[in-house]
Every structure is written in C-alpha cells, then in structure tokens.
C-alpha cells in the first residue's frame, strides 16, 4: 500500500513538473512583430526560416525611384470573385477572397487570394511615404507570387473601402464574414505601374514576387486612417530596404 502511494505521488509530481514545462514552452513561443526584439530588424535572428528577412539580396518594401522605360504591357484585371471574410491577424487588416478573381503577367494567370493594409506606406515613391498602402496577394498554380501595391492619400472618405471599415475586427484574432462583390472598385481606373522584383514584406521574407506597383494613388479620410491606425495600435510597416543592383520599370 505504501510502494503504491509512493508512486501516485511521484506520477502527480512527474505531471506537475511536465505541465510547468509546457506552459514555460508556451510562454516562449515564437514570434515576429513590429516593435521590441521582434521588430523587423531582429526578423532574420528570430529562427532559421526567416534567415532571408536578413540575408537576401533582393528584400521588399523599397524606395522607387531611377526608373527605366521597358514599354510595361497592360495588366488585365479580372476580378470577379467576392470577398469572403475580414480578420485583424495582429499584423494588418486581412481580407480573403473567393477563387476566380485574377490577373495575368507574363502569360502566367494569379488568382487573387487576398489583400491587406499597411499604415504608413511601405514602399515609398521618389522618396514620398503614403499614410495607406493595399496589398493585392496573387498566387499562380506553380505557387509562384505576384503583389499590386495601391497607395493612399488622405483626402475624400473612400466609399468603397469604407464597405471593409465597417467590419473591421478590432481586436487581434477576430475576424467577421464579409460578402462584397466590387473588389475591384478599389483600384484607380488608370492602371499604369511600376514594376520590380522583390519579396514578401513579412517573414518569411520570401524573394521572387513580382511586384506591380500602380502609379495613380487613391484617397481616404483622415477618420479612416485613424481608424486603421488605432486598431493596429502601432505602425506595421517594415523599413525600406537596399535597392541593390535591381531595375525598377514603368
């Protein structure tokens, strides 16, 4: 009776210490964010899958500017999917779309999967920063990445965003279902761009997107960008990176 009650007390006290261990694991989970020691200026020490946000060669956002005449051919835009659902992930605002929306460069078709905000901008143009700045996420059957940047001014309220404003989730985590059918409304009716190769703005960092950046900015209201802002809580725009030996094209 007492080797049993021996082993009970060291089978609770195994338990114990393993549950210690587990919460401890847990509350050293790895992440990334936009401020402190997982900042993006620490991204590529946080672990080895994001050794490119520190290694590579060919890193997104930048500052455009010494552009190069390449005679760019139109971008057709077929949006014609509706949005499925608004989430606050703890990074950005993220709205994901249904299959069927695309685009096509370079003969390669890329369906829209979804877009998102970043507040400031975080390419900038001949210098100048953009108090908003939409991601368009494309993606092609091979798995290979194509991103149109939009910016934003502040001026009149935007009538179409304000359709995604309204179920903004404001706490990170939540996310609300949300059926819009004009996506592409977003977009200026001029769609001339600049075109780069680059990466993912976030970790992975990954390089080999190809970026299309509209020239012709949009508008929204200073409410707006506050709005974006206090739900973010802080900026989540990572820093400009090196240019190095690429080509920008307009």
Not at 184 to 197: A, G, V
């Amino acid at each position: 009776m007492m080797k049993l009650t021996t082993l009970t007390k060291v089978l609770s006290l195994l338990l114990a210490l393993n549950l210690n261990l587990s919460a401890s694991e847990a509350s050293h989970k790895i992440h990334w964010s936009y401020n402190g020691e997982t900042s993006p200026a620490y991204w590529g020490e946080i672990t080895p899958k994001f050794h490119t946000c520190g290694e590579g060669l060919n890193q997104s956002p930048i500052d455009l500017k010494g552009f190069i005449d390449g005679n760019l051919s139109t971008i057709p835009f077929d949006y014609n999917s509706t949005s499925t659902e608004i989430v606050n992930n703890g990074h950005s605002i993220q709205v994901n779309v249904a299959e069927g929306s695309t685009i096509k460069v370079d003969g390669i078709i890329f369906e829209l999967k979804q877009f998102h905000f970043h507040t400031p901008s975080e390419n900038n143009i001949n210098g100048k920063s953009f108090p908003l700045e939409a991601h368009f996420v494309h993606s092609s059957k091979e798995g290979e990445l194509a991103v149109v940047a939009l910016m934003f001014n502040e001026g009149k309220k935007n009538k179409v965003l304000e359709q995604y404003w309204l179920k903004m989730p404001m706490k990170a985590g939540e996310k609300s279902e949300l059926i819009v059918k004009t996506i592409e409304t977003l977009l200026p009716k001029n769609r001339d761009y600049y075109r780069f190769n680059g990466s993912l703005t976030t970790p992975p960092c990954t390089e080999g997107v190809r970026w299309i950046v509209l020239k012709d900015a949009t508008t929204l209201s200073k409410a707006q960008i506050k709005k974006f802002a206090k739900v973010m809580e802080h900026p989540n725009n990572r820093p400009i990176q090196a240019i190095n030996a690429r080509v920008i094209i307009e």
